[in-house]
């Protein structure tokens, strides 16, 4: 099992900056492709960003590419994902997630709790 934590969350006004991190353990972090997904109210949760099990490699939605930005620390076991020039459509209950499988298609086999990002306009 993995289990995943997430922090960073909170209010901030169009036009700032939050970072979300996303701390894992119970399998080797080396193993897990991770990524971070969001819901809005009333939509389906959809994907936002992935980043491979080396680092290398990572791949964003439309929305948001630009403006975020997903990283991972080995040492740390914890994934992050940097957001920049947010708007009020960016609010939702971000998701982190993880995979044992290939990094794309990327399809979570673990969730964290979530947390929630507020945009004010």
């Known amino acids: 099992q993995v289990q995943l934590v997430e922090s960073g969350g909170g209010l901030v006004q169009a036009g700032g900056s939050l970072r979300l991190s996303c701390a894992a353990s119970?399998?080797?972090?080396?193993?897990?492709?991770m990524g971070w997904f969001r819901q809005a109210p009333g939509k389906e949760r959809e994907f936002v960003a992935v980043v491979g099990k080396s680092a290398i490699s990572t791949y964003y939605a439309d929305s948001v590419k630009g403006r975020f930005t997903i990283s991972r620390d080995s040492a740390k076991k914890t994934v992050y994902l940097q957001m920049n020039s947010l708007r009020p459509e960016d609010t939702a209950i971000y998701y982190c997630?993880?995979?044992?499988?290939?990094?794309?298609?990327?399809?979570?086999?673990?969730w964290g709790q979530g947390t929630q990002v507020t945009v004010s306009s």
């Open positions: 997630a993880a995979t044992m499988r290939s990094w794309y298609p990327f399809t979570s086999d673990y």
């Open positions: 119970g399998r080797p972090f080396s193993t897990l492709a």
